[in-house]
């Protein structure tokens, strides 16, 4: 049964009621509250850590853009959701390579006004003026780039370089010409979010990033910058960044949302595909689709499986441990501080035990 303290608190954040959403912008999503996969992660750390980064009401709310972020979330965009949505999400910032032809500089300008019998003094812009209104067809990249800022500024697209905009169109080549991939993002629903309420009352979140009626999706960019070979590569990455803890919720999240489907709780356009997925009896298959960035762009499709044939995966167990012990210490912590006190806890003073350093530092 849920705690008081947990119940009081999560009336208190207003969370997105329990239910499964098809159309919920990110931000919204992100906005919620409630525990995600990146605040187990974060849990993992140490209760201070997720308390600064998800609670902390002087914390930076803003997303870290980071170029790897940057080309992440527009790779999700374009792979996932297609062309059309891509290009309502981003303007692509243009290069005067882009305009075969078109005048750029002082210079340039300078000259075009003295061919056609104009002043050749005054600011680009005041130049490129009076050169449209004799040659109105004239490419002239002041304009060009003046056009493109005017619609930055009024729409609410995000930019996107032109750089990692023909990355996005490399990495969307590569997940097509891969067999196993094309047919993973293939009749499903994209960006899936479910919010549901562990037994113990523990408000949670997860948004898919493809569901099928028979499987989870989910695509990972991954730079492989020291040379493994590639399939290491990705089980380092699963090691590094808990994607194992992910595939674990993962799956609690869409045992839930089978009875929020059965209950009528969908929200947005596509619910007939979710009654398919919600007949399934058994838990969904859960498979990565990894994409290295880079000039390489190898595509790999690996499945994190529950078990093979009457053998539990270690890896899998290991997973699910790590969330259940992260949501215990987010209940525990929660009970005692609350949400609006740090914390922390003010451990004594103890000694190194061996068996907490790996083999390799006493060898």
Request: with cysteine; net charge negative; proline share 6%.
């Amino acid at each position: 049964m849920p705690s008081t303290t947990i119940t009081r608190i999560t009336q208190e954040w207003e969370c997105i009621p329990a239910g499964v959403y098809l159309d919920l912008p990110a931000e919204q999503y992100h906005a919620d509250p409630s525990l995600s996969v990146s605040g187990i992660k974060a849990l993992v750390a140490s209760p201070l850590t997720y308390w600064n980064q998800h609670l902390n009401p002087e914390r930076d709310v803003e997303e870290s853009n980071t170029p790897a972020k940057v080309l992440g979330k527009a790779i999700h965009k374009l792979v996932l959701e297609g062309d059309d949505a891509f290009s309502s999400a981003y303007l692509v910032e243009p290069k005067p390579e882009d305009y075969p032809g078109c005048l750029q500089g002082v210079e340039a300008l300078r000259e075009k006004c003295g061919q056609l019998g104009l002043k050749k003094s005054g600011t680009l812009e005041e130049m490129s003026l009076r050169i449209l209104d004799v040659e109105p067809n004239c490419l002239l990249w002041p304009m060009i780039k003046a056009s493109f800022m005017d619609e930055v500024a009024t729409g609410d697209r995000e930019t996107l370089s032109k750089e990692f905009y023909l990355q996005c169109l490399e990495a969307q080549e590569a997940i097509r010409s891969n067999d196993a991939a094309k047919a993973a993002f293939t009749g499903g629903l994209p960006e899936v979010s479910v919010f549901w309420r562990t037994e113990d009352g523990v408000p949670m979140k997860s948004r898919f990033d493809y569901l099928k009626p028979q499987a989870i999706i989910d695509l990972k960019t991954f730079s492989n910058q020291n040379g493994a070979p590639i399939d290491m590569a990705v089980v380092h990455a699963v090691t590094r960044y808990l994607y194992h803890v992910q595939a674990y919720v993962y799956v609690q999240a869409a045992k839930a949302a089978k009875e929020l489907i059965r209950s009528g709780c969908v929200y947005g356009e596509g619910s007939r595909a979710l009654q398919q997925f919600a007949q399934v009896q058994e838990d969904p298959r859960f498979f990565f689709v990894f994409l290295e960035t880079g000039t390489a762009m190898n595509v790999l499709v690996r499945e994190l499986a529950q078990s093979r044939g009457d053998v539990l995966s270690l890896i899998w167990e290991a997973g699910g441990l790590i969330a259940r012990r992260a949501i215990d210490v987010w209940k525990a912590h929660m009970q005692q501080f609350g949400p609006h006190q740090p914390w922390r806890i003010n451990q004594p003073a103890r000694p190194f035990m061996d068996e907490e350093f790996p083999t390799w530092a006493v060898e």
